[in-house]
T-cell receptor, first 113, second 114 residues
Framework: DTAVSQTPKYLVTQMGNDKSIKCEQN?????MYWYKQDSKKFLKIMFS???????INETVPNRFSPKSPDKAHLNLHINSLELGDSAVYFCASSQGGVTGELFFGEGSRLTVL | GDSVTQMEGPVTLSEEACLTI???????????LFWYVQYPGEGLQLLLK?????DKGSNKGFEATYRKETTSFHLEKGSVQVSDSAVYFCALSDRGSTLGRLYFGRGTQLTVWP
């Protein structure tokens, strides 16, 4: 059983399109995250949800909209895709925040042409 | 603000060589420190952690000691294997925060040749 699963794993699309990435965790964690990893492997947090409530929103363009229908799911919708959105997007989860240990999905590689 | 600085790669070693990847941090509180590893095509996974000064984290032959006096958490391994080839990330979490936010370094690519 995959603990944190993301779909799709690969996404190739044209500029201007809208796309979504889905994430599900079966660890019973109450906090979920989206991270963006650029071509140089730099990881930057985008959003964090705790029990369906947005708690971190790191100066991400409004074109990015996370949605958490329940605490096991956190989806990422991106409108009007731009070339600079090409990256690997990682979903992660953790239990509370005290230990700081995150469990990551395998990533979704988005390529915008 | 809180931040992590780790040595730039790539690092290329022969099998059985010694490894050190330097990591220093800046934090206002008392952070917990982590090393995460990312194998090719996979997500990050926790390699080891230390939650207070002088703690030593260890796993799979890797070690790192939380040094408050030098604000460092260097990753070491005495004898690397080809299977250790991956990207290694140093990270910190402010224990004063309940959000589980991690600040990552920029990652160090390690390649081990047979």
């Amino acid at each position: 059983d995959t603990a944190v699963s993301q779909t799709p794993k690969y996404l190739v699309t044209q500029m201007g399109n809208d796309k979504s990435i889905k994430c599900e965790q079966n660890l019973g964690h109450d906090t979920m995250y989206w991270y963006k990893q650029d071509s140089k492997k730099f990881l930057k947090i985008m959003f964090s949800y705790n029990n369906k409530e947005l708690i971190i929103n790191e100066t991400v363009p409004n074109r990015f909209s996370p949605k958490s229908p329940d605490k096991a799911h956190l989806n990422l919708h991106i409108n009007s895709l731009e070339l600079g959105d090409s990256a690997v997007y990682f979903c992660a989860s953790s239990q509370g925040g005290v230990t700081g240990e995150l469990f990551f999905g395998e990533g979704s590689r988005l390529t915008v042409l | 603000g809180d931040s992590v600085t780790q040595m730039e790669g790539p690092v290329t070693l022969s099998e059985e060589a010694c490894l050190t990847i330097n990591c220093t941090y800046t934090a206002t509180g008392y952070p917990s420190l982590f090393w995460y590893v990312q194998y090719p095509g996979e997500g990050l996974q926790l390699l080891l952690k230390a939650t207070k000064a002088d703690d030593k984290g260890s796993n799979k032959g890797f070690e790192a000691t939380y040094r408050k006096e030098t604000t460092s958490f260097h990753l070491e391994k005495g004898s690397v294997q080809v299977s250790d080839s991956a990207v290694y990330f140093c990270a910190l979490s402010d224990r004063g925060s309940t959000l589980g936010r991690l600040y990552f370094g920029r990652g160090t690519q390690l390649t081990v040749w047979p």
